[in-house]
Each structure stands twice: as structure tokens, then as C-alpha cells.
């Protein structure tokens, strides 16, 4: 221990700590100022930017003592009085605010910007905003509204970029920030890792190391002796079930007969602080009989090939998924044109920027046994008894956590509880249970709280990805331009287990015919076990990969036949009355083609051209258009429960809660729920509260996935409300105020919760040929690229896209998750792969996987077409996915136009294009990462 | 994080410096900015010493200044003060440039050159602004001071002919560009995961009132396993007339001379050898407009 001396946001401060320090981990952990949150520990994020001396650095990888006698400024220093600091009341006008966890360090850096340049007398310039963030990364908003709000931070008239959209009802159709944005830019947002329990323990896991193999014995007796560990546990001591999954249970909560990844977990210890549990997991004797593992999905099936699991009786085969329209071979012989191309896409990392984290703690804690206070009163957090076993994570799935949790421990779910933290982004990888399990065993062994939090190196090589596909799509039309046929195979590497792979990968296939009516449809998809790390959910789900086939070869189509590609996309796109792939009659809310005149008609501005040459630059614009099912489908039970409650404040002023399991990701559910019981029930928006994933408290929304929230627990949210507001009518005065009933159904004893269980318009298994899906949003995307013709790099410099909402609930939101989405499928186009070799990750550090920071973020320019649904909460529909699906199409379409090469899998390499370019080839098959061609692909019979 | 050390220095002066290192005998490692050697050290590829040795808040060495002709830095001069000094970017201009894009702001605001030097990467995008310059650096142990070119301290990839564990790099020197003199640099990444350039080059020429090349020092990275100065380029250039033909020679000279590799993930031969060909000249001519009096603005972010 040494002496530190600091000036932390105007205070003095003397503390004595190791000299081995951080200064991340003195400002979180010793002054706990949590408001400074660490992504990476790798100086590549940016999030835990602060101020030394005036000077943005990250603090993550900052050591204390260089700071000694510095000046540190952090988040909580921003607002002064209660006055928010321009840059705060700026992010919260623009939207700029999602998931949270980037925010602090947005804010500090943005905030040296301002000040030297205001030291200076200077003007803020876009491009002064785009240098000094360039490092400092948001996975959430595409950057567009943070550039904004910090220009009109430093006073200039920027104003908030939301899309023209219907005009307001009441409380819906208004731009609103998300309520819990308030609490982030001020640093007092609580993420996992921001929870601290008297008491808590550390946590760490073993993990295999090894891609595929037999476990012959674990040794973990070294481990148990050393000082300082209170439990360490192998698949010998998990009380319950050994598995755990969300379809498919076949994921081993600790290994015993073999592991299938690397990532695999082994064993968990729970020791004094996670020095001391790192240093038992080396202390681990675990003996391995090493098998050849699985590496690719199009290699899964071959004869001889290893076998993942044992016990699955179709081998590596996970699932073979089909659709069927018509007569293909009919549709082949109506057709002029043929074309048959395979793609392929990457393995691809959500890099949410809070690495996962749960803290578990036991059933019967009292935090005042560990010298903490206890509140009677105290719900949850810190101060609370707790009467279960409780799990503190930002889980995107809380009831099924607690069923999982649960199942593991061999109890009841009555007797696990579940309470949704803050989370820092989600995009589909935080479905999967991660340490929620291992946390809830470690808590009831030690009997004390144990928090396990991954690193940025550990969540890398952990959590399910995006599936990796190799896509063969043959496409016919008559030579007027008629769609006759589409027959496609995909393969899907799904990994060591199952998790969501065969709803994502049935999703691939049945939008394998892109929002179009083509009579005749054939589609086979391979779901492959392999010895990869697994494959889930991830923002698209399975539809950006089948996205990027079709609209590549339609692209092809339209050059073969000479007409033009907008033209030749509306003369087949789906519309009312059209019939999809699965054999679903569109009735309603198909607004494709008022999306493709609303691109096309901003796209096609005075001077026009598809592609132009500058300097050293060709330009180009290229367009793809996108659908994506709004809920699970299928046949798969669709509901959401919510519960309102009304109560009169201190003021005898009506204020109302909604309570739902659902998830806040950073898409901004709770300003949607609150618009929708506040129209209800007739209250200000500001008079509504919203409480997210307590299981103790909150009735099950079900899973946040599938673009579904919106409208299932935005309906329940607005039947409980009517439901309780009818029920307050019916025992008031006709023409009394929502104030009066409230006050009288509590002097009748009448309850004043409601709870409203919606159940979304039944759907029909694949197969059957009804209805697969009760909505579908639409988009179309025209990209504007240039290529640097000298070296092949490639920039998106504007994207026009129109996305059909059904009806937008609050446009700021909106906007939010059209340009994120849009940005994340520029990364998937231009920048993220995960690279594993021989089924070991050579993504193992953050610095090997980039994803768009703000130099690659373009302008977006954003349509909201609302052609609304029936059922929907006031017309609306999921928008969460739809802006990721077309736009990697859209840019190698455009980069197709503009040098005549085809891109056929992703990421686009600048390597590769510009030797095409040189040597004058029209196609290539290697996008960066790739070794080999992309594999043939034979047509499933 | 893991505990990687004990003792964390940051000692006021030269001596102080020099005897913390002969105190733990080897046990003790210098540190500059730390933003290469703590990740090292956390991901395992350097071992944690038992103490480091911050030389950056050394009265004196923490500027950038003139003595003797020479433009001094300190060895606390991170890349952002480098980048937007006056001096060098009028009269080092391709330090200026190299330094402006290494890693982020936040990187750069604590990163020193000093230490870029001493993890003495092949890649080395920061320090073939200083070579193309004819860097020198002077180096402190229990012997005394010296001076030698920076080119002698590049052993191999991450090795470097200062022992860190014995010795400071305590400043850094170039004589600056003068009338007829310039210097350009530029780099190509591409936007993937991997936080290395896919090639970069600088130089630095001189020219004589009527055209000709007088000197010119031309380096290019990765091309070897240390920061690479082309003597093949410079004798091309040498005695020619600056111009497209010369720069066009020069890049061709470079390619013979050089071994380009492919490397996974990085760069293929094939696209590094592209680079050299079309980019190099445009480097060299940005370099000779400056010795020629052209004021272009420095290259970087933004830009």
C-alpha cells in the first residue's frame, strides 16, 4: 500500500492502495465512483475515458500513480448543481444516449474537445468532433446523433434529427428521451458490475482452452487449499441439472464428459478478489484427451468427420430446416435468366461493451452479517434482505434465466429471482445464460454474494456469435423481369451447441426469397454442429445472412437483364395480397414498395448517377431492400404479461408504474411502455414509471428477441392500463377525475393493478403453409460508397433508408435503432469477423475484432413509412433488426457498380478488391479472414 | 486486472531514474505512456516486473525544444504534443504526420515516442518519421550518457539494443529541415481487427535550387524485421531531378530492395508492393514540394 494523492472532480483525495493500481479501478472500486465504466482493459473502447489534467485519457490501462497530485475529472463531475452540462441535456434532445455504457466516456471526451477548443475561441467543426472521438466507441447509435448533440453542445443550432412521421396521439407518436437516459449521462446508471454486496466474493471460470475433448479427471484440490478460496466447483457439484439451453438443453453448466469449444467452462471458484481466484484456476488440474475437432459447417457432414455430440441422433446435423413454393423445377424452365452464385458471411461478435457480469447471492443474506445496512424497506440492491436465491444480471431473457438457474440448482423457479440491471447493449448475445448459473451455485456454496464478471478477452471467446454461413442461391426470371424461382442451400455453423441456431437459421430460410412474390421457392438449411464457438441470436437473426445472398444476386439479375435494379425489385416486391416463400398471405401492412419510392425518389436528386468518378475515388450508389418477422412465429406461443399500478403521489396527483420482465437493451422500451399505459390511461408520459425484469415483481414480457417487444408488451402495457382505467370507471362518478377513482377505489378496497396477458395473433408452424409470422416490417437502404481506387478502401459517405413501422411510438427511439442498425451492418459488411482456426479463436483481444467507430459511421438520412398493423399497439411493429439487414448488400452492390467487381464474402477486403481491380477480375471469393474459396455448395435435394 | 508489479516510480531527475534501475538489478522495467508495455504485460507477453520506472515527469525531458540545432524531445513528449508542435510540424514534418495517427486521442495523449521507439515494432508507424529524419537518441545507464542513431536501436521485432531494465531513452534529436529541404509520410490500415498499419512509408529530401536531389532518406515499414530506411530509394533518387520519373524509380528501387512479406491478416505482398509503387512517389512529392517551399498541410485524421 502507498500513499495516492488525487484531486478527483474538485475534492481532494488521499487513499492508500497498491501501487499495482489502475486508475479505473480506484475511481470504480476504492472512491467507488462507478459513473467511469471499462470495456476493454485494452486502450481500444474508449468508455472509460476521464480527465487527467484536463486530458482525456483511458483509465483502464492508466496506472493510479502516474496520476499522482493530477486532477481527475469524471462523469459525476459534469453536471454542476443540478444543472445539466449542455453536452448532457444535448445527448438527452439527440437520442445519443442507448444503452449507457459508453456514455461517460462520450461525454468526458467530448467534453476536452470542448473546452480547449472554447480555451481557444474556436468554432467546433464536425470534423474536430470526428478526430477527437475517433477511439471512443458506441455500439448502440451510429454515432450520427452523438455528432449532432456535441455540435450543438458547443452552441451551435444543431437540432435533433428525427424523421417526419404521423403526427402525434397524445402521448404516441412523440419524441421523447428514453426515461432512464437521465440517469446515464449523469454517471448514476447501475450496470452489474456496478453492484457492490457486504461481503461479495469474486468469482472466475476455467475454461477449456481446447477445442474438442474427452475430460479424463479434474484436479482441484491445490485449488481449494489456497488461502483466500472459498468454493471451488466442477460438474460434481452441481445440485441439478448439468444443462442448460434455450432449446435445446445440451449445454453443460460445468463439462463433465467432454468439452466442445473453447470457451466451455469447466470449473468456478469463488475466492477473497479475483487475483486469488485467477490464481486457483491455475491451480486446476484438469487431464484432457484431445479430439480432431469440427471447424466448418460445409465440413460438419462429411463422412468420417468427428461427432460434437455423442447423444444427438443426427449427428452433427442440428437441423435441417426447408421451404417449399411451387415447383422449382417449373420455376427454372419459366425462367430466361438464371443466375447461381455462392456467398459467403463471417462469424461475426456482438462486442456489446459491457462484458457480461451477474452477481448471485444467497437465499437468507442480510448484508448487515458482512457489516452493511440493512433496509427492511429495500426491495433489492445492497441494503435488502433477500429471501431467495437472487441473480442480479442485465439478461435479456429473466424468466428463463430463472428457470435455468433454478433447474441447475435443483429447485423450484418459485425459489430463484431474477432482477434485471441496467444492460450494456444486448443485440441478441445476452439470450444464452452466462455466469447467472455459476453465480447462483457460488452463492448458495459460500453462502455469501459472488460476483462474476467476464473480461473483455473472456467475453470474446464465451458468448454465442452470429452464424457464420455459406450460401448457394439460384435466382430465375422471365426477360421481362419476373421472378420465377429462387432455390437456395445454406449452410450455418451453430457451433458447440445448439442455443438459438435453429429459430435464427429457420429464419435464414424462410426470408431466403427476400420480401418478394416468387412463385416457385425451394430452400434447404443445414444447421451444423461444429466445434466452433456457438451460434445465437444477434440483431437480424439468421436474415442478414440470407439478406446479403438475395440481394447480391438480384443485383446480377438486373445487369443480365438490363433493367434497372430499383426497377426490377418493385416490379416483384411483396405487397397486400402477395403470398411469402412459407405460403402466408400478406392481408395487411406491407409498405415495401412506398419504402423503395421514398429511397428512390431522395436518391434520384437533380444530377443523378449511379456512379461517378473523383480524384482517385469512384463513387457509387448501391440499394437493397429487407424484411424481417416482427415476433417469434411459427406456432411459437407469442405473449406478454404486463401490470400497471396506480397510486396518488405526495401531491394526491395520479402517478402510474408498469411492470414487465421485458429487456432494455439501450432500444428504449421503457419510454415505449410508458407512451403506451400513459395514452391509456390519459397521464403525462412524465407521471408514468417503468420497472423492467424483477421476477419477484414484474409479470413475464418473455424474451427480448425478435424485434417483439414493441408490440407484445407495449399491447399488454396498454390492455393493463385499460383494464385498470375501465375498472376504476365502472365504480366512479361518471365526469370524476383519474385522481378521483383513484382515491375512491382505494377507500373500496378495489385493487388499483391490473394485469393484462397478451397473447399476440397465433401463427402456424413452417411448413403448414398459414400464417409464419402476425407482421413483418419492411425497409429499403441506398448506400452511397467510394472507393479509393488506389488503395481499395472503402468508405460509406450517405445512406438514404426507409424503414415501414407499422406507426412510430416515439421517433427519437426510432431514430435510434435505424441508424445503430444501419451501422452495425456497415461493420458486417466493411469491418467484423471472428476469426477461429482450427477452432481456437485468433480473435482472443479486442484489438483483433474492430466494429464502426465514428470515422466510419456516414450520414443517414431516414424515412419512416407507416403502414400499420391491425393488432399492434396503436398500429406499430418491430423495428429493432430491420435497419441490420440490407445494408451489406447495398454497399457491395455499390462497390459492384463502382468497380465492377463483385464482392461475394463478407467483410470486403480492401486486399483482395484492389488486386481484382488491377488484374481486372469481376468476382472474388476471399473477404478478409478468409484462406480458402468459398466452399461448392451442392442444391439439397 | 491482475497485479503485474509492486512498485510504481516516477522519478524527478536523471540520476533518481538511473538509480532505481541499479536498485532492483534488473527487476525493474521503464515505462513511458505503458499504453504497448501494460498490455504486454496484462496478455502475457512481457513478464511483470517487480517495479516500474515512469521516466516521463523527469524535469527537462518532458518538452520539445532546440539545442545545438538539433530539435530535442523528451522522453515525456507523448505523440499529441509531438503532433501539434509548431516546430516539428514546420521542420519535421513527417514526425508530425506519423505521430498524428498512431492509435486514438486517448492513446496518443499518454503514448510517448520514447517508448514507441523502445518496443522497437517492425511496423514502427511512429518511428520511420523520426528515422526518415535521421533521428538520433541518447540513452542514460550507470556508464553515462550517449548519443547514436536510431537506426542502431532496432534489433528486431520488439527487441531493441536498449536494455530496459538498465538504461533510459531520455531524449531524442533531428536536425531540422531546412530551405530546400522537406519530408512527407503516409500509411494505408485497412478498417478489420488488427490495429497495424498495412504499410507505411516517410522521407525526407533535400533539393538544390535547380531541382536536383541532393539527399533524401526514405523509409518504409513493415518491410524487415526492424524499421527499414531504403538506401536502394535514396541512391536512385540521389543526383536526379525531382520529379515523377525519379519518384517512380525510387519506388521501383525500394521494391528490389526491400522484403516485403505477406502477412495473415495484415497485408498481402502482392497489396504491400502495390502500396510502394503508387504511393511511395506520391509521398516523395509531397516531400519535394515542401523542400520546393509548398506549404501543404501536415496528413492525418480528418484529412
Known amino acids: 500500500m502507498s500513499r495516492l494523492n488525487l484531486t478527483v472532480n474538485g475534492r481532494p483525495v488521499e487513499l492508500d492502495v497498491p501501487e499495482s493500481r489502475y486508475l479505473a479501478e480506484v475511481l470504480r472500486e476504492d472512491l467507488r465512483l462507478t459513473g467511469t465504466k471499462i470495456g476493454c482493459n485494452e486502450a481500444e473502447c474508449g468508455i472509460c475515458t476521464v480527465l487527467v489534467d484536463g486530458t482525456p485519457v483511458n483509465s483502464c490501462v492508466y496506472p493510479a500513480f502516474k496520476a499522482q497530485g493530477a486532477t481527475i475529472e469524471t462523469v459525476e463531475n459534469l453536471s454542476t448543481d443540478g444543472q445539466l452540462h449542455p453536452l448532457q441535456q444535448a445527448f438527452l434532445d439527440h437520442g445519443a444516449v442507448q444503452c449507457g455504457i459508453c456514455t461517460p466516456g462520450i461525454l468526458m471526451t467530448s467534453k476536452a474537445l470542448l473546452d480547449e477548443k472554447s480555451a481557444a475561441g474556436e468554432v467546433v467543426t464536425e470534423t474536430d468532433v470526428r478526430v477527437a472521438l475517433k477511439d471512443t466507441s458506441c455500439r448502440c447509435t451510429g ?172 449427428g452433427n446435423l442440428l437441423k435441417h430446416i426447408k421451404v417449399a413454393k411451387g415447383d422449382i423445377e417449373t420455376g427454372f424452365e419459366d425462367a430466361d435468366v438464371i443466375v447461381d452464385r455462392t456467398y459467403r458471411t463471417p462469424t461475426v461478435e456482438h462486442l456489446f461493451l459491457e462484458p457480461e457480469c451477474s452477481v448471485g447471492v444467497p437465499a437468507g443474506y442480510d448484508p448487515s452479517t458482512w457489516g452493511g445496512d440493512s433496509d427492511a424497506q429495500a426491495k433489492r440492491g445492497e441494503r435488502s434482505v433477500h429471501d431467495k436465491t437472487t441473480v442480479y444480471v442485465g439478461s435479456q431473457i429473466p424468466y428463463q434465466d430463472r ?175 402477395s403470398v411469402t416463400c412459407t405460403g402466408q398471405t400478406m392481408r395487411e401492412s406491407v409498405g415495401l414498395n412506398e419504402c423503395i419510392e421514398r429511397v428512390d425518389a431522395d436518391m434520384r436528386d437533380d444530377g443523378f448517377r449511379w456512379s461517378w468518378e473523383e480524384g482517385s475515388s469512384r463513387f457509387a450508389w448501391g440499394l437493397a431492400v429487407g424484411y424481417k418477422n416482427t415476433g417469434l412465429g411459427g406456432g411459437a406461443p407469442d405473449k406478454a404479461t404486463a401490470e400497471v399500478g396506480l397510486w396518488l403521489d405526495e401531491n394526491d396527483e395520479p402517478r ?31 407521471r408514468v414509471a417503468v420497472l423492467l425484469g424483477d421476477t419477484d415483481y414484474c409479470p413475464d414480457g418473455g424474451p427480448t428477441t425478435a424485434s417483439r417487444q414493441t408490440y407484445v408488451s407495449g399491447n399488454a402495457a396498454r390492455y393493463a392500463a385499460r383494464t385498470l382505467k375501465k375498472r376504476l370507471a365502472a365504480s366512479a362518478n361518471p365526469g370524476s377525475s383519474l385522481a378521483e377513482r383513484v382515491a375512491g377505489a382505494v377507500s373500496q378496497g378495489i385493487p388499483t393493478t391490473a394485469q393484462y396477458e397478451y397473447w399476440a395473433p397465433e401463427t402456424q408452424p413452417l411448413g403448414t403453409g398459414g400464417d409464419m409470422h402476425f407482421a413483418f416490417g419492411f425497409c429499403a437502404q441506398a448506400v452511397l460508397c467510394e472507393i479509393d481506387m488506389g488503395t ?150 | ?207 538544390d535550387a535547380d531541382g536536383t536531389i541532393a539527399a533524401a532518406r526514405v523509409t518504409i515499414a513493415p518491410a524487415g524485421p526492424v524499421p527499414c530506411l531504403s538506401e536502394a530509394a535514396s541512391d536512385t533518387l540521389v543526383g536526379s531531378p525531382a520529379g515523377r520519373e525519379a519518384f517512380e524509380a525510387a519506388a521501383q528501387a525500394a521494391l528490389g530492395s526491400l522484403s516485403l512479406r505477406d502477412s495473415k491478416y495484415r497485408a498481402s505482398r502482392a497489396y504491400r508492393e502495390e502500396m510502394v509503387r503508387t504511393h511511395l512517389p506520391k509521398v516523395l512529392s509531397v516531400a519535394a514540394e515542401r523542400a520546393a517551399g509548398a506549404r501543404i498541410e501536415p496528413w492525418g485524421e480528418g484529412k
Not at chain 1, 479434474?218 to 439451453?245: C, F, K, Q, Y
Request: with cysteine; net charge negative.
Open chain 1, 403 to 577: 428457470e435455468q438457474v433454478a433447474a441447475a440448482l435443483g429447485t423450484e423457479p418459485e425459489k430463484v429471482r431474477i432482477v434485471a440491471t441496467l444492460m450494456g447493449g444486448g443485440f441478441g448475445g445476452k439470450e444464452d445464460v452466462a455466469g447467472q448459473i455459476h453465480v447462483a451455485l457460488l452463492a448458495e456454496a459460500t453462502g455469501r454474494p459472488v460476483k462474476m464478471l467476464y473480461s473483455r478477452q473472456e467475453s470474446l471467446l464465451f458468448h454465442p456469435k452470429r452464424h457464420a454461413t455459406v450460401i448457394r442461391i439460384r435466382t430465375g426470371a422471365t426477360r421481362d423481369g419476373k421472378l420465377t424461382a429462387v432455390q437456395s442451400t445454406i449452410y450455418g455453423d451453430g457451433g458447440a451447441y445448439a442455443s438459438l441456431s435453429e429459430k435464427v437459421l429457420t429464419r435464414a430460410t424462410t426470408h431466403a426469397s427476400g420480401p418478394y412474390d416468387v412463385p416457385h421457392v425451394k430452400v434447404d438449411c443445414l444447421a451444423a454442429y461444429t466445434n466452433n464457438a456457438p451460434c445465437g441470436a444477434f440483431r437480424g437473426f439468421g436474415v442478414s445472412q440470407s439478406c446479403f445472398a438475395v440481394e447480391s444476386n438480384m443485383d446480377i439479375l438486373a445487369g443480365e437483364l438490363g433493367i434497372d435494379a430499383v426497377e426490377l425489385r418493385r416490379m416483384n416486391t411483396l405487397d397486400v395480397g
Open chain 1, 656 to 686: 402510474a408504474e408498469v411492470r414487465t420482465s421485458s429487456a432494455e437493451l439501450g432500444q428504449g422500451l421503457p419510454a415505449v411502455l410508458a407512451a403506451c399505459a400513459a395514452e391509456e390511461l390519459g397521464l403525462p408520459r412524465d
Open chain 1, 143 to 314: 454515432y450520427q446523433s452523438v455528432v449532432r448533440a456535441v455540435l450543438q453542445a458547443s452552441g451551435q443550432e444543431v437540432p435533433p434529427y428525427i424523421p417526419e412521421t404521423r403526427a402525434p396521439q397524445g402521448e404516441v407518436g412523440r419524441a421523447q428521451p428514453n426515461p432512464d437516459a437521465l440517469a446515464k449521462i449523469t454517471g448514476q446508471a447501475r450496470f452489474s458490475d456496478d453492484y457492490e454486496f457486504p461481503g461479495m466474493l469474486h468469482a472466475r471460470t476455467l475454461r477449456a482452452g481446447v477445442p474438442h475433448a474427452r475430460i479424463v479427471s479434474i484436479n482441484a484440490s491445490a485449488a481449494r487449499a489456497l488461502p483466500g478460496v472459498h468454493a471451488v466447483l466442477t460438474h460434481e457439484d452441481v445440485p441439478g441439472r448439468n444443462r442448460h439451453g434455450l432449446v435445446n438443453i445440451d449445454w453443460p453448466v460445468l463439462c463433465d464428459d467432454k468439452v466442445r469449444y473453447v470457451g466451455d467452462a469447466v470449473a468456478i471458484v469463488a475466492a477473497d478478489d479475483r487475483e486469488t481466484a485467477a490464481a486457483a484456476l491455475e491451480r486446476i488440474e484438469v487431464q484432457y484427451d484431445e479430439l480432431p475437432p469440427v471447424t466448418s459447417a460445409t465440413e460438419a457432414f462429411d463422412a468420417g468427420a468427428p461427432v460434437v455430440h455423442e447423444d444427438w441422433p443426427d
Open chain 2, 1 to 207: 486486472m491482475m497485479a503485474h508489479w509492486q512498485h510504481y516510480h516516477v522519478p524527478q531527475t536523471v540520476a533518481e531514474a538511473v538509480a532505481l534501475l541499479e536498485r532492483y538489478d534488473g527487476g525493474a522495467r521503464v515505462v513511458g505512456g505503458g499504453t504497448d508495455l501494460l498490455l504486454d504485460i496484462a496478455q502475457g507477453r512481457a513478464p511483470a516486473p517487480q517495479a516500474l520506472v515512469d521516466p516521463t515527469r523527469i524535469e527537462g525531458l518532458g518538452g520539445i525544444g532546440r539545442e545545438d540545432g538539433f530539435v530535442v524531445i523528451g522522453c515525456g513528449a507523448t505523440h499529441t504534443a509531438i503532433n501539434r508542435n509548431p516546430d516539428i510540424v514546420a521542420h519535421g514534418t513527417c514526425l508530425a504526420e506519423s505521430s498524428g495517427v498512431i492509435g486514438g486521442p486517448q492513446v496518443r495523449n499518454v503514448a510517448t515516442l520514447a517508448g514507441n521507439i523502445a518496443h522497437a515494432m517492425p511496423a514502427g508507424d511512429g518511428t520511420i518519421g523520426l528515422l526518415a529524419l535521421a533521428g538520433e537518441v541518447e540513452t542514460v545507464d550507470a556508464s553515462g550518457r550517449r548519443w547514436r542513431p536510431l537506426a542502431d536501436v532496432f534489433l528486431g521485432p520488439g527487441s531493441s539494443a536498449i536494455d530496459h531494465h538498465r538504461a533510459l531513452l531520455i531524449r531524442m534529436r533531428f536536425l531540422p529541415t531546412v530551405e530546400g529541404e522537406g519530408s512527407a509520410f503516409y500509411r494505408v490500415m485497412r478498417p478489420q481487427g488488427v490495429a497495424l498499419p498495412m504499410i507505411s512509408m516517410a522521407a525526407r529530401l533535400q533539393a
Open chain 1, 792 to 941: 481499395g478502401e472503402v468508405r460509406v459517405r450517405k445512406v438514404i433508408a426507409a424503414h415501414d413501422v407499422g406507426r412510430a411510438i416515439n421517433p427519437l427511439t426510432l431514430e435510434g435503432q435505424v441508424e445503430g442498425g444501419i451501422v452495425m451492418c456497415i461493420g458486417y459488411a466493411l469491418m467484423e469477423h471472428f476469426i477461429q482456426e482450427q477452432g481456437r479463436p485468433w480473435t482472443n483481444v479486442m484489438a483483433r475484432y474492430s466494429a464502426p467507430r465514428i470515422a466510419h459511421a456516414p450520414e443517414i438520412v431516414s424515412h419512416i413509412v407507416e403502414h400499420e398493423t391491425a393488432d399492434g399497439p396503436f398500429g406499430a411493429k418491430g423495428v429493432g433488426e430491420l435497419p441490420s439487414i440490407p445494408t451489406s448488400a447495398a454497399i457491395t452492390n455499390a462497390i459492384q457498380r463502382a468497380t465492377g467487381v463483385r464482392v461475394r464474402s463478407l467483410p470486403v477486403d480492401q486486399d483482395a478488391l484492389l488486386r481484382a481491380i488491377r488484374e481486372g477480375e469481376r468476382e472474388i471469393e476471399l473477404g478478409w479472414g478468409d484462406r480458402e474459396s468459398i466452399p461448392f455448395v451442392r442444391f439439397k435435394e
